[in-house]
């Protein structure tokens, strides 16, 4: 049985790991919007309706692989600073915490998969793994879709495919997310340009926890747009191929600030590591920009001593909610930042290996 405690307390999301392209790709995401074909979808449903959709989701998840490696997490159960951590996880969206009566989170014990219940769709699959490995994530997503599409009834049109409560949804449901750092382009004011290339091609760029969110710490989540009249496989095969250029673009804006500037760029990286090493105090959004200067040095390999995962974790360590649910109480800003900047020293020093 999954340590619940663990959720709250504990950095070992698969996600953090490193994978193909890590200098600049941190995660692939899969998500699959799905519905019950006999139920009200959730922004026309009531109470008692969401509550037959997490009970039957739940006996669903008793089929699916492995399915001693999942608990059901139910969000009227958790406290604000729980659900805080499960959205600084990435493992729900600040949408599916906001009216929690009736809501879940089916959680696998390494985190890698997570399926949101009653969140704007009945179901929300997701599938998060470290670096650029979309196809390893849809096949995943694609086997225990069909695990639960065996126990339940989904919503889907014979011409349009499954249905959902957004119209831009309709078709395979499918949402394919890359998180990606990118300091050069921006250091370069090239970031810009580059959305709004993507953006002609049907993808689109988000902050950091997705829709409606900040781009704190250089960090882009970049995702198709388009669900409906091609297959998923295309889908997947096309924001790879946009993403490969983004890749493309981000290594030669990072050769090319290392050429035009390069003491400067390490100055820069130096500075942000000495003041994340000694600092008692530190903001969240100060600790984002110095990890992002940071993480750009390691990548360049101006700070051998650094490790990626090291920073990956730092992610999910610094953030407000997490630092609080760990302390087991709320704590003044004030708190928090002296807090965070221990944090980050111990981390820093290989303290917690």
Not at 197 to 215: D, H, I, K, M, W
Not at 317 to 341: H, K, M, N, W
Request: aromatic content about 4%.
């Amino acid at each position: 049985m999954p340590d619940q405690e663990a959720v709250f307390t504990q950095v070992h999301s698969a996600w953090l790991g490193e994978g193909p392209n890590s200098d600049i790709v941190v995660s692939s995401r899969i998500r699959l919007a799905r519905n019950l074909a006999d139920v009200p979808f959730p922004p026309a449903a009531g109470k008692e309706a969401l509550l037959e959709v997490l009970n039957r989701v739940r006996r669903a998840a008793q089929h699916l692989p492995e399915a001693r490696r999942y608990q059901l997490l139910e969000l009227m159960r958790l406290s604000p600073l729980e659900r805080q951590v499960l959205i600084e996880k990435h493992l729900v969206s600040p949408e599916h915490v906001k009216e929690p009566e009736g809501r879940g989170v089916i959680l696998r014990d390494d985190e890698a998969v997570s399926i949101m219940v009653n969140e704007e769709d009945h179901l929300r699959l997701q599938v998060l793994l470290p670096g650029l490995n979309l196809d390893a994530a849809w096949d995943l997503a694609s086997r225990l879709d069909d695990s639960l599409e065996q126990q339940l009834d989904f919503a889907f049109d014979e011409k349009l495919g499954f249905l959902t409560a957004c119209p831009t949804n309709v078709g395979s449901g499918l949402r394919a997310s890359i998180m990606l750092h990118l300091p050069a382009l921006v250091l370069l004011n090239q970031a810009g340009q580059a959305f709004t290339t993507l953006s002609q091609f049907g993808v689109v760029v988000r902050g950091l926890y997705g829709e409606g969110t900040q781009a704190l710490g250089n960090f882009f989540q970049i995702s198709n747009q388009i669900t409906l009249s091609q297959s998923e496989e295309d889908l997947i095969a096309n924001l790879l191929a946009l993403v490969r250029q983004v890749l493309e673009q981000e290594r030669t804006a990072r050769s090319r600030l290392y050429q035009e500037v390069g003491n400067r760029l390490v100055d820069m990286v130096w500075r942000a590591y000495g003041t994340l090493t000694n600092a008692r105090i530190l903001s969240g959004d100060e600790a984002m920009k110095l990890l992002s200067d940071v993480r750009l040095g390691v990548t360049l390999n101006l700070l051998p001593q650094v490790e990626l995962s090291t920073l990956n974790r730092l992610l999910i360590l610094t953030r407000p909610g997490f630092i609080q649910r760990v302390a087991g109480q709320a704590l003044p800003a004030a708190e928090r930042d002296t807090r965070r900047a221990a944090i980050v020293r111990e981390e820093l020093a290989g303290k917690n290996k």
